[in-house]
Each structure stands twice: as structure tokens, then as C-alpha cells.
């Protein structure tokens, strides 16, 4: 069980450098990003950060902002996700 948790570490933070490395957020939203594009998918998340944007909501910070799009348009299951972990 121990390879597979650094197995799932690794891949996160993979996802986490290829993906919000440089996105102009702080780490703990990096990290709440990265928890749901495990979820939903990368480009799931990307689109729903576009839509926060578009509504005036900040595009960089998850809960409150980004997380009300992700629910408004593909249900609660990532925001449950991510506020879980």
C-alpha cells in the first residue's frame, strides 16, 4: 500500500507543476487546483476558471470562486471532492 501513496504523491505533484506551477495563485489554492483536476479532469478546470473569470469571480482562488462554477456546471462532486480532502 506504502508505493501506491507515494505512487498518487508523485502524480499529484506532477499535475500540481505541469498545470498551476506558475499560475499567479498561493499554494494552498495550487494545491486545492490540483485536487480538482484529479477530479474533473485539466481542462475541465480550466474552463471553469474561465467562467469564474467571465463572472467576475477570481479565477486563481478555488473555494467561493472557482468551486460555485465548478458546482453550478458539473455538480457538486468535485467542490464534495475537494473540500473533503
Not at 6 to 33: I, S
Not at 45 to 60: F, I, M, Q, S
Request: one cysteine or more.
Amino acid at each position: 500500500m506504502e508505493p501506491n501513496i507515494h505512487a498518487g504523491v508523485k502524480f499529484l505533484r506532477a499535475m500540481m507543476n505541469e498545470y498551476y506551477a506558475n499560475e499567479p495563485m498561493d499554494q494552498l489554492d495550487k494545491g486545492l487546483f490540483t485536487f480538482a483536476a484529479y477530479s474533473a479532469g485539466p481542462g475541465c478546470v480550466r474552463g471553469r476558471r474561465k467562467a469564474a473569470a467571465e463572472r467576475g469571480l477570481n479565477p486563481n482562488i478555488w473555494f467561493n470562486d472557482v468551486e460555485l462554477i465548478a458546482a453550478e456546471k458539473i455538480g457538486r462532486k468535485t467542490p464534495t471532492y475537494v473540500s473533503n480532502i
